[in-house]
């Protein structure tokens, strides 16, 4: 066999069997597949690297007539229906008897499930061809990673029946985890809008099928009912000033302040401080697209503690301290507050538990310091005064060299 002049042949090469395909469904996993080459390989915009390639496709095989070239040609207009010329495809003099079913399909049913932290959501919808000439009913799983911000992989197979059982006996199986049926609005919103991030990741995750099913997914996506204006988002916005106050008044009032001993702080410095470190977990609460300051698991812990706290925070030496007692008092309390089962307390206050030590070191060593929060601890160990404009300016011109010469 020839090598392959242009990717375009490199495609058609590899879809020359695509006719004999026992279904639109089986011819519909082919051509996700190998637009997935494209979007992996994409730097930005993968969803758009994915639509370029297809317009290119569609007009370089146009005068295509063979049964395997004009097939798949078919296939990628309905995977990719917004690329250019898609609509203008049309089945060949030679198209199997599954060609005319290939993106016909209907939603026979949505839901979701996910751990009871809320740390990742996963959304399942079913879908069956408006023939049986398309193929079986088959399913569509989507996981998003509330913590990173993505749909972190996605999964089209069969059958739908078994799918779906098996991730009903899996949550029944586990305290930790909730299923329920799911608004597919909703489920449109959330995966499309975190799949949009995702799409320009400069490195996408390692595992799962996300780029081989992406394409796939966009036109399952496409079936389901649009969120509506007022809830294309869902994300909650971060307490008001006076929200904010009651919820700390409450903590402090609470069995978990009492067990950990912050209700007996009475120094100003003590006090001082316990408010500094309730700020940074709000703060970094805000740092999540849903900006809830009750929602902690043991993989939110690792983010703040061995992450998030050392880039943008400058802990003295009674913070850093104090800082895991708060954080295990106010996960506690979060737990108590949202109705966690008391596994879930539990494992959260644990991995605080053996954070501490690596936390400790991280602080000491300022490794994970950012520039400008390593500048700032440099600034407040020579004594500097952040608010003196004189001393300030003077130690910035000081340490210019070392801070780097665009330092304002």
Request: contains cysteine; charged residues 25%; negative net charge.
């Amino acid at each position: 066999m020839a090598t392959p002049k242009t990717p375009y042949d490199a495609v058609l090469s590899a879809a020359r069997d695509v006719t004999r395909l026992d279904c639109a469904l089986d011819a519909e996993m082919l051509g996700t597949a190998l637009l997935g080459s494209v979007y992996a390989i994409a730097e930005t915009d993968r969803e758009a690297a994915v639509r370029e390639f297809v317009s290119g496709f569609l007009a370089a095989t146009s005068r295509r007539r063979t049964a395997a070239a004009t097939t798949i040609r078919q296939v990628f207009a309905a995977l990719v229906p917004d690329a250019e010329g898609a609509a203008k495809v049309r089945p060949g003099a030679q198209a199997p008897a599954w060609a005319g079913q290939l993106g016909r399909v209907h939603l026979t049913g949505t839901w979701s499930y996910g751990d009871v932290y809320g740390d990742q959501t996963s959304y399942l919808a079913t879908f069956a061809y408006d023939d049986e000439l398309g193929g079986p009913e088959h399913a569509l799983v989507a996981l998003v990673d509330h913590n990173i911000g993505i749909t972190k992989d996605v999964f089209v197979g069969g059958p739908a029946e078994r799918i779906l059982e098996q991730v009903r006996q899996m949550c029944a199986d586990d305290d930790l985890t909730w299923f329920r049926e799911e608004d597919p609005a909703r489920m449109h919103g959330e995966v499309g809008r975190h799949l949009a991030i995702t799409d320009d990741l400069g490195d996408l995750p390692a595992e799962g099928s996300l780029a081989t099913d992406r394409a796939l997914v966009g036109a399952r996506l496409a079936v389901l009912p649009e969120a509506s204006a007022g809830t294309a988002g869902w994300d909650a916005q971060p307490l008001s000033a006076d929200e904010r106050t009651t919820l700390v008044r409450a903590f402090l009032a609470s069995p978990e302040a009492a067990r950990h001993g912050l209700n007996t702080l009475d120094s100003d410095a003590e006090l001082a401080s316990l408010h500094f470190c309730l700020g940074l977990l709000f703060d970094h609460a805000a740092s999540f697209p849903d900006a809830d300051p009750l929602r902690w698991s043991p993989a939110v812990a690792g983010l703040f503690l061995l992450d998030w706290v050392h880039r943008r925070a400058v802990l003295d030496m009674d913070d850093a301290a104090l800082l895991p007692r708060v954080l295990r008092a106010w996960a506690a309390f979060a737990a108590r507050r949202r109705g966690l089962p008391e596994r879930a307390g539990t494992q959260t206050d644990e991995a605080i538990e053996e954070l501490v030590p690596e936390f400790a070191r991280l602080y000491s060593t300022g490794e994970r310091r950012s520039p400008a929060t390593a500048a700032v601890a440099q600034l407040m160990a020579d004594g500097i005064d952040p608010d003196d404009p004189v001393a300030l300016d003077a130690w910035i011109e000081a340490n210019r060299q070392r801070l780097g010469d665009d330092t304002p």
